[in-house]
């Protein structure tokens, strides 16, 4: 089993920052692909940032230039830096990561439990 858990959202005012942090754990062969998306009420899970195990990173374009996605392969971890946050950011944000386990051929997309972000105007 492999679990992400997801740390640093909360509220801020247009302009701010935040960061999100995810750290994946449990039986972990390699982890592949990690990224981050938002979901808004009424709308499908949307991609805002991604990056493979090598660092190459892809970005939904409203958010090029404010976000930066890294990661930590040491740490099984991924982070969100949100810069000059504005109210359409607003959504609860949920990590991804595909996971090759153990024993099982393939690769297994898994998701954390989702860190709600608010930006006021």
């Known amino acids: 089993q492999v679990h992400l858990v997801e740390s640093g959202g909360g509220s801020a005012q247009a302009g701010g920052s935040l960061r999100l942090s995810c750290v994946a754990s449990?039986?972990?062969?390699?982890?592949?692909?990690m990224g981050w998306y938002r979901q808004v009420p009424g709308k499908q899970r949307e991609l805002v940032a991604g990056?493979?195990?090598?660092?190459?990173?892809n970005y939904e374009v409203p958010v090029k230039g404010r976000f930066t996605i890294t990661r930590d392969n040491t740490k099984n971890a991924t982070y969100l830096q949100m810069n000059n946050l504005k109210p359409e950011d607003t959504g609860v944000y949920y990590c991804n990561a595909r996971v090759g386990v153990p024993s099982i051929p393939g690769n297994y997309d898994y998701w954390g439990q989702g860190t709600q972000v608010t930006v006021s105007s």
């Open positions: 449990g039986n972990i062969l390699r982890i592949n692909d």
């Open positions: 990056i493979s195990r090598t660092g190459t990173t």
